[in-house]
């Protein structure tokens, strides 16, 4: 059973998270805001009122995940003294403080994430590498664990472009994913991702290594100011795939966009290459083509603005986005996270969207002093 220390601890961390979110502050923020949303013309101004919808939201999800944990510490706390007088057993005990201290853990990891990006919807990409089949198989593993991970946390998904492979898995998909805080989760999983296994394409069944690269960016909406050039713009429009029959598209309803992106700091160019086939409407593709061009642009700045802040935390451990991050050993029954050191043997898991350690660990390594 818990100890009186474990008690007092979970205790301890329920109160400094009152304090670290400033909760009373939360509060009055909420209801001057969900005032605002009272105003008869709140909705003349759509895009103004959605953001302050969203605000509101944020705020409200804040205070309910923060009274979650203050109740499961009461509950632990009643549960001790109740064991005392005889009246729950051990394990009931066990069961109330394991369920507090995994909503403590949560809090206190949505709590390290305070860039303005962490709390934006993203946009997650996957490119198989080099290999083949194989490659292309692990890049369909990879989106596969992705949208469980999502399904799992009440993330909405949409898959705005997919290319199957020559022969099996994907050559590339991107996936727009919404949720409280989905960036600042996902945003761990960017770069190359390392898969060995006996290779089930291979006649010889040699151990073979695999490669594929995810890339995730905030998605933004449009109350985030970005500049785009439209003279630096150029289409191309092509048929969506199908499966036959009837779901071919005959009209050319899918769009690639082509930027030239210009460095403002170092001048060089180089061509960002965007493709939509999320809607049968020519239109719409073009829009969500935009979007995903201005969440890339807008992700470029802010990762100028980290890497000027991590030349001044010098001391900080740096880690490195897009180098090989994790490597996925099946037959030594292995994952292994390579910035954090943080492993696990339940590949299944893994590989079934159960992701919370390696994010926990990346988070903790982001913000050690």
Not at 113 to 122: I, S
Not at 302 to 312: G, L, T, V
Request: glycine share 6%; aromatic share 8%.
């Amino acid at each position: 059973m818990i100890t009186q220390e474990q008690l007092k601890d979970i205790q301890e961390r329920t109160e400094a998270l009152h304090r670290y979110l400033d909760i009373p502050q939360k509060q009055m923020q909420w209801e001057e805001e969900q005032l605002r949303t009272q105003d008869p013309e709140f909705w003349n101004d759509r895009e103004r009122a959605e953001a302050q919808m969203k605000l509101v939201k944020s705020l409200e999800k804040w205070l309910k995940d923060y009274k979650e944990v203050a109740a499961f510490t009461e509950e632990v706390n009643l549960a001790f003294d109740f064991f005392k007088e005889e009246m729950v057993t051990e394990e009931e005990v066990d069961a109330a403080y394991a369920k507090a201290l995994a909503a403590v853990e949560a809090l206190e990891l949505k709590n390290m994430l305070r860039q303005e990006e962490d709390a934006m919807d993203c946009v997650l990409k996957i490119n198989s590498g080099a290999g083949g089949t194989e490659a292309q198989d692990w890049a369909q593993m990879l989106m596969r664990m992705y949208l469980r991970y999502a399904e799992a946390n009440g993330y909405k998904t949409t898959i705005a472009n997919l290319q199957d492979g020559d022969e099996a898995g994907i050559k590339t998909v991107t996936i727009e994913i919404e949720g409280d805080m989905a960036y600042g989760y996902l945003k761990s999983e960017n770069g190359v991702h390392r898969l060995v296994r006996v290779s089930p394409y291979n006649a010889q069944g040699k151990r073979m290594t695999s490669f594929a690269s995810v890339f995730v960016t905030p998605l933004v909406d449009d109350t985030i100011e970005v500049e785009v050039d439209p003279s630096r713009i150029s289409w191309d429009l092509f048929r969506s795939g199908g499966a036959g029959g009837q779901n071919v598209n005959k009209v050319e309803t899918g769009v690639r966009l082509r930027y030239q992106y210009k460095d403002p700091d170092t001048g060089e160019e180089e061509e960002i290459l965007i493709e939509n086939t999320e809607s049968r409407k020519q239109l719409e593709n073009r829009e969500n083509a935009m979007r995903l061009l201005r969440s890339q642009l807008y992700d470029r700045a802010m990762q100028k603005r980290r890497a000027a802040q991590a030349a001044i935390e010098a001391g900080k451990k740096k880690i490195e986005w897009g180098s090989q991050i994790r490597s996925y050993v099946f037959d030594d029954r292995r994952v292994k996270d390579h910035r954090t050191n943080y492993q696990t043997s339940d590949v299944g898991g893994v590989m079934d969207g159960k992701l919370d350690g390696f994010i926990k660990a990346y988070l903790m390594e982001e913000h050690r002093p």
